[in-house]
């Protein structure tokens, strides 16, 4: 006698399949986003040994002083990008005000005796081992993620009132990071305050006036005289680059030398004379992108900038797969914030942005930058693991 198949209910295999995801998150990492994210925390170690081995060699320092430190940060950053993936990014929810007030007194500490100045900045505390933490480098993730809480919270009820708190919320790190001075943090955490905003259906003539009282602050900031002499002369330098090549635009006009040299295919790693020779200052940190552009040619920082497209890509698209709208705004959040660092860093090596001190991501020297960039990352990997649950 023949038998009959059966075919179970969708709304079974539906169940089964849920089941399967929440038991094994982890199959469905987005391997592109990890891998192209690793792969250019890799490609730093090279570029800061390069950018930095000739002057350790003639201090008679270890060549691999500044090489080791940022591979200890990058093996914090991916355990804590793989332990933020590992929890519901739903949960996180519940934490952001958590997130948020830890940051906050973190940012306030800093400003007391506690904090340590370092090139007219006090951001940083110190910490044993000759390490440093930098507060103002986690308060991008803390603001991603309690800005996106309250905005999922209020979602279709922004009035004018709940704009307001929500803009508070981010007024009062970008106030803190400001007394530093940290210019560079406070554009980034600005770009990330709009993009969400924008992203949970603020009204247009609301982001209007935060535009314009955005405009006065900085008029009243450089009145009041917050900001110091040397920022900006970075910024109104990049309006007569031309000018003064041996001052304020002496970097940028170094960088532009450095790139050019590259040619095509680069002079060859540790070849480069611009790096070598230490024309270009900060040239493991923020300039990082000349020591690729010589070193590595055209083809070195196309390959780079794809890199970094791909990170943008996976970013963006996460947002769209996400399964409820918090999970987009997280991925928003970072995509904002890659994007602007990612853009600002390049541009202004090249001459085409103000130098404002934004570190280019993974690529840069610092631990807590790279350390609260794999963190970012993690949010979005996690979002993307849970899109079907």
């Known amino acids: 006698m023949a038998t009959v198949a059966r075919t179970r209910p969708a709304s079974v295999v539906l169940s089964d399949r849920k089941a399967r995801l929440l038991a094994t998150p982890f199959r469905h990492v987005d391997v592109l986003l990890v891998g192209s994210t690793i792969a250019v925390a890799m490609l730093s170690l090279l570029m800061i040994y390069s950018s930095t081995q000739p002057r350790l060699a003639a201090q008679h320092i270890d060549q691999l002083y500044y090489v080791k430190r940022q591979a200890v940060s990058i093996l914090i950053g991916i355990a804590l990008m793989f332990g933020v993936m590992a929890v519901d990014y739903r949960k996180l929810r519940d934490l952001g005000a958590l997130f948020y007030v ?6 306030l500490a800093v400003l007391s005796p506690l904090g340590h100045a370092t090139k007219g900045a006090q951001a940083r505390f110190p910490l044993p081992g000759g390490f440093e933490l930098q507060p103002s480098e986690f308060a991008k993730f803390a603001l991603i993620v309690a800005l996106a809480a309250y905005l999922q919270q209020h979602r279709g009820s922004m009035d004018a009132w709940r704009v307001a708190v929500a803009v508070t919320l981010g007024l009062v790190p970008i106030g803190l990071v400001l007394l530093q001075p ?8 600005v770009v990330i305050l709009l993009g969400l905003l924008t992203l949970a259906g603020v ?4 982001l209007l006036v935060l535009l314009l009282l955005a405009a006065t602050a900085c008029g009243a900031v450089v009145q009041l005289g917050v900001l110091k002499r040397y920022q900006i002369d970075r910024l109104t330098s990049f309006l007569n680059q031309g000018q003064n090549v041996k001052g304020s635009t002496y970097n940028v006009h170094q960088s532009k030398i450095a790139i050019s040299n590259g040619h095509l295919t680069g002079k060859g790693f540790h ?5 070598r020779l230490g024309f270009v200052p900060e040239q493991h940190t923020d300039f990082i992108f000349t020591v690729v552009g010589e070193e ?3 083809a070195g920082g196309a390959t780079l900038l794809a890199l970094f497209a791909l990170i943008v890509w996976r970013t963006w698209r996460t947002a769209a797969l996400a399964g409820d709208f918090f999970g987009t705004l997280l991925c928003i959040g970072v995509t ?5 660092q990612v853009f600002e860093n390049v541009g202004m090596t090249m001459g085409i942005m103000p130098v404002t001190g934004i570190p280019l991501p993974f690529m840069s020297y610092g631990g807590s930058a ?18 079907f649950t």
């Open 102 to 107: 830890a940051t906050v007194l973190g940012l």
């Open 296 to 298: 590595l040619g055209f």
């Open 336 to 340: 904002a914030l890659l994007t602007f």
């Open 271 to 275: 070849r480069g004379t611009q790096t």
């Open 370 to 387: 790279v350390m609260a960039y794999f963190a970012c990352i993690g949010l979005v990997a996690g979002v993307h693991m849970r899109r």
């Open 203 to 206: 009204k247009i003539r609301h």
């Open 182 to 189: 940290d210019l560079g943090t406070d554009l980034v955490l």
